[in-house]
């Protein structure tokens, strides 16, 4: 504090690894994403920002330059939801002018003060909760891809996901399965995260080609990602539309529990008023 008792709070870059992470560890299941941005595959495209009071860590916000749209992760729990909304108010005007959001509830309205929001829905978290559910999960006929296989699956997708978010590299993982059926991918599974160092995967990319939905083919593929993950990360997670009641029932059956909610939007910076 300051001689007048204020309490000093400092919007920062973070830079150091370990304090990211012991930081994050503090909710593990909430911030399966974060951790595993902090390997060195993803690293370069990351800008950290956080909230120090009195030289402490309070908050803390990623900014995501990886993919074709910046993305801003920025989540919180409920003892920690002023500090998260001030480092959000206070961080506005180091923001790119326009960017997709993560933002746990209430956030946005932080965000708001600065960027017009467009909503793309309310999302669940989900963490795996126990591994018998998918050690004992049906995976015969599920085989893993490569870079050999990204024009199909790049058709694939455009065809049975158009819109997802897939970065080619990310199959140099290792950790994307599918099921051929008729020549053809039947369905896919993979991770849009993914590190050994830090023990953390999240899954993403998982659909099953329109035609085929209802025989529990995404679920086979689903598990056969999560038993390779479990080889090597002690948390797997996942992000879910809150209103995609057939996906949260396959990941549900597979052991996934809900660990928390957060929407998504798109954000442009409001012009400034004269």
Known sequence: MTAHGTIMKKTVFLHDKAGIEAFLRKDPKRNIYLLGDLDDFFWEHTAWLGLKSSGRLKALALLFTGSAEPTLLAFCGPGTRPWALELIRSSARLLPKSFYAHLSPGLDAALAKTHALTSHGAHYKM??????????????????????????????????????????RMLETGMYYGLKEGGGLA????????????????????????????????????????KELLKRARLVGLNVKADNSAAIACYRGLGFEITGAYGEYSAEVRPCRK
Do not use: Q
């Not at 963490?127 to 790049?154: E, F, I």
């Not at 050994?196 to 329109?210: F, Q, S, V």
């Open 127 to 168: 963490a795996l909760a126990g591994k018998k559910r998918v050690l004992d999960a049906d995976t015969s006929g599920t085989m893993p891809l490569s870079r050999r296989d990204l024009p199909a699956l790049l058709e694939f997708y455009g065809r049975s996901y158009p819109g997802n978010w897939f970065e080619p």
């Open 187 to 226: 369905a896919v599974a993979g991770v849009h995260v993914y590190s050994e160092k830090y023990k953390a995967a999240a899954l993403g990319n998982i659909t099953t080609r329109p035609g085929l939905r209802g025989r529990g083919l995404g679920k086979k593929v689903t598990a056969r990602v999560c």
